[in-house]
């Protein structure tokens, strides 16, 4: 199902505390990603008040236990993808009763692994099976929706994912998977590099042969049922209202605050295609 970008969920602020686990934000912008989630103040906590859809954590395997940084020399062994991600998302979703938000949305955790993607994977299909009550699941073919959708970027074991009869997370795909047969379930997500492929950067308007092979990217994607993501894009308001046009469906930011402002200013009123 294809989720238009200036979606946004209105209800009241429940509860008082300023704990994010306690409470849901008065809207929800389903385009919103949050880029390298883990080096805001508050991981995870900051993309949820700001009502963001989408998280990444970069992941290494260490001493048997999955743990979230960007580079090598950063680990922190108390930094783990469950104490910091797995085990606050559940938390919500017990309490929103099978949400993240008090909003009805599936919730997107990109997951990339950093290091072997073998040997990472199999770690990190063990942890989430401990949590599949919550997460989007496929058994021997067959999709089970959950409050939250695991993708899996970087060093994507593709084969041994495709193999998998039982799986709790998807591959993120590149536009050179635009054409794959590989099912939505496996490949829910179409990620690449902005500036690898289009020359605007957000300074007047874009051009028509930049605007075009958007467009068709986009209906490609969505044809497919795959979630379209671009990384690397230029924090600019012009840029983003390209994508909120042509239906981009996540918009990668590290300034959670501004993007959330950019969004709110667009038409609120829910709209599903």
Excluded at 40 to 50: H, K, M, S, V
Excluded at 101 to 113: A, G, M, N, S, T
């Amino acid at each position: 199902m294809k989720t238009r970008l200036i979606l946004s969920w209105c209800v009241a602020l429940i509860g008082t505390s300023p704990n994010a686990e306690s409470q849901s934000p008065d809207r929800v912008y389903p385009a919103a990603h949050s880029h390298n989630d883990y080096t805001r103040p508050q991981p995870l906590t900051d993309a949820l008040a700001n009502g963001f859809r989408s998280v990444e954590a970069d992941i290494f395997l260490r001493d048997g236990d999955l743990v979230v940084a960007h580079e090598a020399d950063q680990i922190r062994p108390e930094r783990t993808l469950r104490s910091m991600y797995l085990d606050p998302l559940s938390r919500r979703v017990r309490k929103f009763q099978g949400s993240v938000y008090q909003q009805p949305i599936e919730f997107i955790l990109l997951v990339d692994i950093k290091d072997d993607g073998e040997t990472t994977y199999a770690a990190l299909h063990e942890l989430l099976s401990e949590y599949a009550s919550m997460l989007t699941h496929v058994k021997d073919g067959k999709q089970v929706s959950g409050a939250i959708s695991v993708v899996i970027s970087g060093n994507r074991p593709i084969e041994m994912m495709s193999e998998q009869s039982t799986r709790y997370a998807g591959i993120d795909g590149r536009l050179s998977d635009l054409d794959s047969d590989m099912p939505a379930h496996l490949m829910p997500m179409i990620s690449d590099r902005w500036t690898s492929h289009f020359a605007y950067r957000g300074a007047g308007p874009i051009a028509d042969a930049d605007k075009l092979k958007l467009r068709q990217i986009v209906a490609k994607a969505h044809r497919a049922g795959r979630v379209l993501r671009f990384w690397a894009t230029p924090e600019d308001q012009n840029l983003w209202q390209v994508l909120v046009d042509l239906d981009v469906d996540l918009i990668n930011t590290d300034h959670l605050a501004r993007l959330r402002a950019f969004l709110a200013s667009q038409e609120s009123a829910p709209s599903f295609e």
